[in-house]
Structures are given as structure tokens and as C-alpha cells.
């Protein structure tokens, strides 16, 4: 196996898409390093790494990446890491209407200004080295919105990925380069957190009610089908060793046909789509 560089860095480290990373990246080699929000998420990466016989290359760190005072102020305890891998995210799911400004701010802060600042504190070095890595997980929701009910979330990762393109031009002639990883659906948990979510909305009598039913069916029928999140991490992976890395990873069957298609469809038929498969009733309307 070939020296690796430096350690990198994972946020989100704990589950899913962020723990399958962790682990493989261990798995060849890298010292990774992996936040998470509690101690008892700690000791779950622990014991998640020693059971893949990865314990020694892998060190949770408790920090919540949505604090960027914290980031900032722990910064120093951390390595001169090779790569970052922004992983960290969730979705507020919501109708517009109905999620509140403050919701609104902490989806933003986890899912687009936690990246940033992680990015902007492993910068410094990576500019001394004259090399380095910055992987951005972004979602095949970061190239299209439609999914009713996921505003936020959807604005928050096309935000990403135009925060990302801009990083990108700024930071290659130090030799850092940036790629966007744009899942589609995996086991990753998010079936569970939008049944919460839905139903919180629903018990305050909300009137998107049966569209809330409707979308944590199709969520948790999707994930009982999509496949393990490995795939995303060998992706992520081959964004941090690949020589050339590609600008954007567009994986899983489901985002690469939206990808292929989304240009050619009219927008006007994937609204009526997204309203028939959340449940949203009404007639579809005419616009100019």
C-alpha cells in the first residue's frame, strides 16, 4: 500500500455516508480523522473502526462543524490534514411556508457554512504544502429542485456546489483541488429522520399534511431499496487519490438519469411529477 501524504478529515464521521468513508479510508491507509457531534457518537466510531481492524487509524474528534467559533478555536489541536471530506449534512424537511427562519439558519449553517469554514481552516496549510484536497458531498438535489416539501435543502446544496465551483478557480494555482460528490439515494439513515420530521409537522396541524404522509412513504420505500452507502465513499475516495480528480462525482443509478435528463425535460412536467409523487393536489396551473 503507498504512503499516503497526510490524515484527512471527515465531518459527520458517526453514520452513513461519512462512517463508510472513515472506515475505507482507513481501510487503505489514510490516518483519518472523524467528527461527531456527542461522545457517545465517539465511542460508536470507535467501535465501528475497531471492528472493520481499523482502530489505529481512526480518531473521532466531538465537535459540532455547524459551530464555527468551535471549528476555529479547536483548529489547533488539529493535524495539517491533506484532505477534507464535508460531508456533514441534513435535510429540514418542510414546506416553505412552514419552516421557520430560525430552522432555515441552521439548515444553511450545516450544510453550507460549516463546509466553508472547515475548507477556509485546512486552507493555510494545504496553500504551505502546495497541495490538497477538498471534497464536497453535495446531493443530485444540488442540481435539481424537485422534491416539494425539501426547499432548504435543495437551496442549501445548490448553494454548495456554486460555493464549490468559486473555491475551486480560487485555490488551484496553490495546488488544492475541489470536487463535488452528488449522491443519489443510499441506506443513510434518512428515511428515519424524515418520518420525525413529517411528523412533527403534521401534530402542529399542518395543512401539507397529506403530502408529508405521501413523501416519508416514497423516502422509506426508496431507501429500503437504494443501495449501502460504500459506494458513495469509494467515490470520495477516488476524489482524494485520483490524480485528476473530477470536478463532480455523480453517483448512483438514480442521480446519473437525472443528470442525463434533467436538461431535456420541461420543467413544466417535472412539476407535475414532483406534486403527484408528494401528494400535492390542485390543478397543475399554466405558466408563461
Not at 467501535?47 to 455547524?66: C, E, F, T, Y
Not at 495539517?80 to 419552516?99: C, I, P, R
Not at 463546509?115 to 497541495?131: D, E, Q
Not at 480560487?170 to 443513510?188: C, L, N, R, S
Request: charged share 20%.
Amino acid at each position: 500500500m503507498a504512503e499516503r501524504p497526510g490524515p484527512v478529515l471527515v465531518t459527520g464521521a458517526n453514520s452513513g455516508i461519512g462512517l463508510a468513508t472513515t472506515l475505507r479510508l482507513a481501510r487503505r491507509g489514510w490516518e483519518t480523522w472523524g467528527t461527531v457531534r456527542s461522545e457517545d457518537k465517539a465511542s460508536m466510531l470507535r467501535a465501528a473502526a475497531d471492528g472493520a481492524d481499523v482502530g489505529d487509524r481512526v480518531r473521532p474528534i466531538v465537535l459540532d462543524v455547524s459551530d464555527d467559533e468551535a471549528v476555529v478555536g479547536r483548529w489547533s489541536e488539529m493535524p495539517a490534514f491533506h484532505a477534507v471530506v464535508n460531508n456533514a449534512g441534513y435535510s429540514e424537511l418542510g414546506a416553505v411556508e412552514e419552516v421557520s427562519a430560525s430552522d432555515a439558519r441552521t439548515q444553511l449553517d450545516v450544510n453550507l457554512i460549516a463546509p466553508a469554514v472547515v475548507s477556509s481552516c485546512a486552507l493555510p496549510a494545504m496553500r504551505a504544502r502546495g497541495s490538497g484536497r477538498i471534497v464536497m458531498v453535495s446531493s443530485m438535489f444540488g442540481r435539481a429542485a424537485i422534491m416539494p416539501l425539501n426547499g432548504w435543502y435543495h437551496a442549501s446544496k445548490f448553494a454548495l456546489e456554486a460555493l464549490s465551483d468559486v473555491l475551486r478557480m480560487e485555490v488551484a494555482a496553490f495546488g488544492v483541488k475541489v470536487a463535488i460528490v452528488e449522491p443519489g439515494f443510499f441506506k443513510t439513515g434518512i428515511g428515519a429522520d424524515t418520518g420525525l420530521r413529517a411528523r412533527a409537522r403534521v401534530a402542529d396541524g399542518s395543512p401539507y399534511r397529506a403530502a408529508y404522509e405521501r413523501t416519508v412513504s416514497s423516502v422509506e420505500a426508496m431507501e429500503r431499496l437504494a443501495p449501502p452507502p460504500e459506494v458513495v465513499a469509494r467515490a470520495i475516495g477516488s476524489a482524494i487519490e485520483s490524480a485528476r480528480p473530477l470536478r463532480r462525482y455523480v453517483v448512483g443509478l438514480d442521480a446519473l438519469a437525472l443528470a442525463s435528463t434533467q436538461p431535456l425535460i420541461p420543467r413544466a412536467l417535472t412539476d407535475a411529477a414532483g406534486r403527484l409523487l408528494s401528494g400535492l393536489g390542485g390543478s397543475p396551473g399554466t405558466y408563461t
